[in-house]
């Protein structure tokens, strides 16, 4: 069960981000580690945006091996740890989270490299506050160290919306719905922007929420 709730924790820190604005750094020595990042990322953006469902797992795990590949050759790419964290994470969703408990650590462990190696990396900040929210505090959640991360994010990507989604379900879990409704229709204003349909989805079904909570 601890370890369940772990997991539905580490994907819904990544769930919750978008990739629209991702930017790979500009060089790592390498145009063949660059090429392979640069798909990684590519089909993530499909599986998220434009493949059917039914498609969808294919596309995660080729992400998945692209960066994993990057990796091989380059341990030290903050943003291919990020990718195959993302990518891990939607593929273990949509599979058998019970049956892949023991991946876990390694899961997380690339979302923590992301950071050591690159502490402005504005996802997985983000990704970090996400699942610092979702955590209870007997497995190491904390709202305070939650908001830190996720305004740090914000400093460095202002128009990411899923980044703004976590900071609005911070205010609702601290009662402050009129704080979250804000980070909400922004969340909603640049989701629509970058053509974000599930983070849309998202920030309008918790605006509904709030409404409900306080007619």
């Known amino acids: 069960m601890i370890r369940s709730r772990i997991f539905i924790a580490l994907v819904a820190a990544s769930l919750l981000l978008s990739f629209g604005e991702l930017s790979l750094a500009s060089s790592y020595g390498d145009a063949?580690?660059?090429?392979?990042?640069?798909?990684?990322?590519?089909?993530?953006?499909?599986?998220?945006?434009?493949?059917?469902?039914?498609?969808?797992?294919?596309?995660?795990e080729r992400a998945e091996q692209l960066a994993s590949e990057v990796l091989s050759v380059n341990p030290e790419v903050a943003d291919a740890h990020f990718i195959f964290f993302a990518a891990k994470g939607r593929r273990l969703q949509a599979g058998n989270p019970l049956a892949s408990m023991w991946e876990l650590d390694s899961l997380n462990d690339h979302l923590a490299r992301a950071l050591q190696l690159d502490p402005t990396h504005a996802r997985a900040l983000a990704a970090k506050g996400g699942l610092l929210l979702d955590l209870p505090g007997f497995l190491g959640g904390d709202r305070r160290a939650a908001r830190n991360y996720l305004e740090r994010a914000l400093q460095l990507n202002p128009t990411g919306p899923g980044t703004r989604l976590q900071l609005a379900r911070w205010y609702m879990k601290e009662g402050k719905p009129e704080r979250a409704r804000e980070q909400l229709v922004l969340a909603a204003h640049y989701a629509c922007r970058i053509r974000r349909g599930a983070t849309l989805i998202q920030a309008e079904r918790l605006l509904a929420e709030l409404d409900s909570e306080h007619l």
């Open 32 to 60: 063949n580690l660059e090429a392979k990042l640069d798909g990684a990322l590519r089909h993530f953006r499909v599986a998220e945006w434009y493949a059917p469902a039914e498609d969808r797992l294919q596309y995660y």
